[in-house]
């Protein structure tokens, strides 16, 4: 199993007031994603764990990505990977942060 810890500062706070969110289902040969707002709004962590070797950039470029589109200052994201394509990654992390946002 491959740990990736990644460290971001975005430019603003995470939108909503929700405390947690859970998307997809790494059973599925796809991939879980839980938000979590528990950080400083000026932070954001995301790690990740894959069975997947050598695609330590890739992950990185996805969720630079993501943090860049979606600004989640404040969340701490874990990702359970079970052997997602980078696109669905993406897919996922963007739809844990509307369900963030979506929450009264």
């Given at each position: 199993m491959v740990i990736i810890k990644l460290q971001y500062a975005p430019g603003r706070p995470a939108e909503g007031h929700a405390r947690s969110a859970i998307v997809g289902v790494v059973a599925s040969g796809n991939l879980e994603v839980l938000l979590e707002r528990t950080l400083p709004e000026t932070e954001c962590s995301v790690e990740?764990?894959?069975?997947?070797?050598?695609?330590?950039?890739?992950?990185?470029?996805?969720?630079?990505?993501?943090?860049?589109?979606?600004?989640?200052?404040?969340?701490?994201?874990s990702i359970n990977d079970g052997g997602a394509r980078?696109?669905?990654?993406?897919?996922?992390?963007?739809?844990?942060?509307?369900?963030?946002?979506?929450?009264?």
């Amino acid at each position: 199993m491959v740990i990736i810890k990644l460290q971001y500062a975005p430019g603003r706070p995470a939108e909503g007031h929700a405390r947690s969110a859970i998307v997809g289902v790494v059973a599925s040969g796809n991939l879980e994603v839980l938000l979590e707002r528990t950080l400083p709004e000026t932070e954001c962590s995301v790690e990740i764990a894959t069975p997947v070797h050598g695609y330590d950039e890739v992950w990185q470029a996805v969720v630079a990505d993501f943090v860049e589109r979606a600004s989640p200052g404040g969340l701490r994201i874990s990702i359970n990977d079970g052997g997602a394509r980078p696109d669905t990654v993406a897919l996922r992390l963007m739809q844990g942060v509307r369900m963030m946002e979506g929450a009264q």
